[in-house]
């Protein structure tokens, strides 16, 4: 989705008397988004391979991204999230996908301010921990 920004509806008055309009960039939404689903227990990550190793380069850099893997949809009222993750093995992934729900939801209400019409969880992959040891080597050939 194309950087925009969305106008939410101006509160009447402030402390101060003072009206005006309130703009949050999509790129905020997805931050948002993305910040509460990497707290969520269970989740390795955020984002497909792809973006995985990009994040890893910017990470290395450090300029992390932290809407990766999220995608947004804002409208005048309520705000649509779909999210990519890697869960960790061997957490219950129905139980994953629903918290991340849950946390993305409450998020988004409570900090953005807008109502939430849907996340969208795809599991796309499980982190195995020790599955990306550098033990190659010490296999044992299947072919001389």
């Known amino acids: 989705m194309a950087d925009s920004t969305t106008t939410t509806p101006a509160t009447t008055s402030t402390a101060g008397g003072v009206t005006g309009k309130t703009v949050i960039d999509d790129s905020v939404v997805s931050k948002v988004a993305g910040i509460a689903a990497r707290e969520v227990n269970g989740v390795h990550s955020l984002g497909g391979g792809a973006a995985r190793a ?20 804002v409208g005048e009222t309520q705000v649509a999230a779909d999210l990519v993750i890697v869960a960790e093995y061997p957490v219950a992934l129905q139980q994953v996908a629903d918290d991340v729900r849950s946390a993305v939801a409450r998020a988004l209400e409570q ?8 996340v ?25």
Do not use: L, W
């Open 120 to 144: 969208n969880v795809t599991v796309q992959d499980v982190f195995i921990p020790g599955d990306d040891d550098d033990n190659d080597d010490k296999k044992e050939s299947r072919v001389e």
């Open 111 to 118: 900090i953005v301010g807008m109502e939430v019409a849907e």
């Open 54 to 73: 990009i994040g890893a380069i910017r990470g290395a850099i450090g300029q992390r991204d932290f809407g990766q893997g999220v995608k947004v949809e």
